[in-house]
Each structure stands twice: as C-alpha cells, then as structure tokens.
C-alpha cells in the first residue's frame, strides 16, 4: 500500500501553482518532475510566508489561502464577473 500521507496537500499546492502561473495540473506536474518548475520558499516584508514558483520568465507567489499571479497572468472569474476565491 502507497504511503499517502501528503497527498491532499501537494494536490493543492499543483492546483494553485497552476492557476498561479495560468497552466493546467498536468503541466505543472511534468515542469515540477523535470525541472522547469522550480519552488523556493519566502516571506514578505509583513512576515508573510509563501512558496514561490518560477517557470521560464514568469514568476508567482502562492500564499496560504491567496495567490499573486504571474504578470500575464489573471486570476479566474466566476459567471457573474467576480473573481473566484483563490
């Protein structure tokens, strides 16, 4: 039996990367196994810590409970033109 532990976790951690950087799972799942993605941690001038993704020239952040996208980037909308959470 497979040893799942984190499964969940890392599953929303590719999904907001994904939707940081404007990419599906799949892809974010190939560019993390070979070497495209990278990750490192950070904090923010407020002490704030996150885990940035760099793919190629684009780069986001990916908060606990918030995202900031990658320049070219826009975050989602719902069908009555709001933002969708993220």
């Keep these: 039996m497979e040893n799942r532990e984190h ?8 999904a907001s ?10 892809q974010v799942a190939t560019g ?9 941690l ?10 940035e993704a760099r ?3 684009q780069t986001a952040k990916v908060y606990q409970g918030a995202i900031r996208y ?4 826009s975050p989602p909308t ?4 709001t933002e969708a959470a993220g």
Excluded at 32 to 40: D, K, R, Y
Excluded at 42 to 51: A, M
Excluded at 78 to 81: I, K, L
């Design 7 to 14: 499964f969940q976790e890392i599953n929303a951690l590719v």
């Design 70 to 73: 990658a320049d070219g980037v």
């Design 78 to 81: 719902e069908p009555d033109g």
């Design 42 to 51: 950070g904090e923010d001038e407020n002490g704030n810590r996150y885990i």
């Design 32 to 40: 993390l196994e070979s070497g495209a993605i990278t990750l490192s």
């Design 55 to 57: 793919c190629g020239d």
């Design 17 to 26: 990367i994904a939707k940081a950087l404007g990419q599906d799972d799949k």
